[in-house]
T-cell receptor, first 113, second 116 residues
Framework: QKEVEQNSGPLSVPEGAIASLNCTYS??????FFWYRQYSGKSPELIMF????GDKEDGRFTAQLNKASQYVSLLIRDSQPSDSATYLC?????????????FGRGTQLTVWP | ETGVTQTPRHLVMGMTNKKSLKCEQH?????MYWYKQSAKKPLELMFV???????INESVPSRFSPECPNSSHLFLHLHTLQPEDSALYLC???????????????FGSGTRLTVV
C-alpha cells in the first residue's frame, strides 16, 4: 500500500513569511514528485515537480527532495494571501502501478495580511 | 483556461437515475484518468486509460462505468448510485512517454456530484 502523508494543517503564516509544507512517502522506489495547489472549489493545478535529490527553484517556490529520508517539501517565500489554498503532494507509482499518481490529503495554507 | 474540460460542473441525481460525466482534453495527451475527491480524504484514483484502453481499474463498484471512445474524450457513466458517492469527480490527462517517470497531470475543473 503506497502512502503519501502530509500534515493537514491548517498552516497559517503572515504575509511575507516563508511557508514550509512537508510530505513523506512510503515507496522507496518512487522517482517523481509533484506539488499541486488547489483553491477552494477548484481543481488541482500543478506548480512544481522534482525528480532528483536536492532543491529545485521556480520563482517564489522551492521544492526539496531527500530520497534517503523519503521526504519532499515545498517552500513558498514571500507568501501572499493569494497563496492561500490546499497544497497536494503526489508521488508516482512504478512497475505495475506506473502511470498512477498517489496523493496526500493536502495541507491547507492560510496567508494572512 | 484549462486544456481539460468537464461537463456538467454540477449534477444532482437520484439513486435510481442514470447519468454520464464527460471529459474532453485538447492537449494531445494519450492517457486519461478519473479521480474521486471526497472531503477529508486523499484523491482516489478510479480509472486509467492509456491509448484509449483501460489499463487500471481500482476496484471501483460496477455502478461506475468508464468509456473512452477516442484519445480526446472520456466518460463516466453512473447508475444506481448511493449518497456516499457524492463527491467531486475529477478528470485528468497526461502524456505517457514510456519513461519511468510520468509527466504531471492536467486536471479538469471537476463535476460536483450530489446523490439524493
Amino acid at each position: 500500500q503506497k502512502e503519501v502523508e502530509q500534515n493537514s494543517g491548517p498552516l497559517s503564516v503572515p504575509e511575507g513569511a516563508i511557508a514550509s509544507l512537508n510530505c513523506t512517502y512510503s515507496d522507496r522506489g518512487s522517482q517523481s514528485f509533484f506539488w499541486y495547489r488547489q483553491y477552494s472549489g477548484k481543481s488541482p493545478e500543478l506548480i512544481m515537480f522534482i525528480y532528483s535529490n536536492g532543491d529545485k527553484e521556480d520563482g517564489r517556490f522551492t521544492a526539496q527532495l531527500n530520497k534517503a529520508s523519503q521526504y519532499v517539501s515545498l517552500l513558498i517565500r514571500d507568501s501572499q494571501p493569494s497563496d492561500s489554498a490546499t497544497y497536494l503532494c503526489a508521488v508516482n507509482g512504478r512497475g505495475s502501478t506506473l502511470g498512477r499518481l498517489y496523493f496526500g490529503r493536502g495541507t491547507q495554507l492560510t496567508v494572512w495580511p | 483556461e484549462t486544456g481539460v474540460t468537464q461537463t456538467p460542473r454540477h449534477l444532482v441525481m437520484g439513486m435510481t437515475n442514470k447519468k454520464s460525466l464527460k471529459c474532453e482534453q485538447h492537449l494531445g495527451h494519450n492517457a486519461m484518468y478519473w479521480y474521486k475527491q471526497s472531503a477529508k480524504k486523499p484523491l482516489e484514483l478510479m480509472f486509467v486509460y492509456s491509448y484509449e484502453k483501460l489499463s487500471i481499474n481500482e476496484s471501483v463498484p460496477s455502478r461506475f462505468s468508464p468509456e473512452c471512445p477516442n484519445s480526446s474524450h472520456l466518460f463516466l457513466h453512473l447508475h444506481t448510485l448511493q449518497p456516499e458517492d457524492s463527491a467531486l469527480y475529477l478528470c485528468a490527462s497526461s502524456q505517457d512517454r514510456g519513461r519511468s517517470m510520468p509527466y504531471g497531470y492536467t486536471f479538469g475543473s471537476g463535476t460536483r456530484l450530489t446523490v439524493v
